[in-house]
């Protein structure tokens, strides 16, 4: 149990950290842009506030997300930690039942779904063939 409310805190602490983040860059840009709007751009240029602004915009888009998927790949992890400690070498044997079960549900859509993929790509160059037959000058 500990192992797993650990985990969870460090998401919820990762997280929490990734938004505050995002808020403390979105006041810096606001700041700099009225900081240049105060000064008439006479010691911050747009250069500084545009340099502000893509540095929100990377933390919102970039870090914050990188942290929650971090955190989310270290599931399978605690997973196995939390089986083990419950019920030894006997979880990790349930544990790995689990994954294998997980694997052939997860085995046969991906199958479907490029067996689809194949079958619109070769209409598509189907398609395509038949465009080149009515105007062979299209390449």
């Known amino acids: 149990m500990k192992i797993a409310v650990v985990w969870m805190w460090s998401g919820i602490k990762n997280a929490g950290a990734a938004v505050a983040n995002v808020f403390v860059r979105l006041v810096s840009v606001l700041h700099t842009a009225l900081a240049a709007i105060a000064t008439f751009f006479r010691e911050i240029t747009l250069r500084d506030v545009w340099n502000g602004f893509v540095a929100f915009l990377h933390t919102l888009v970039v870090d914050g997300p990188k942290k929650i998927?971090?955190?989310?790949?270290?599931?399978?992890?605690?997973?196995?930690?939390?089986?083990?400690?419950?019920?030894?070498?006997?979880?990790?044997?349930?544990?790995?039942?689990?994954r294998l079960i997980v694997e052939v549900f997860i085995y046969v859509p991906k199958k479907v779904a490029v067996i689809l993929w194949s079958f619109c790509l070769s209409i598509g160059k189907g398609f395509e063939e038949a465009l080149i037959w009515i105007n062979p000058k299209r390449c």
Do not use: D, N
């Open 69 to 98: 998927w971090a955190w989310m790949c270290k599931f399978e992890e605690v997973m196995v930690r939390a089986f083990r400690a419950l019920w030894g070498c006997t979880g990790e044997i349930i544990y790995i039942l689990l």
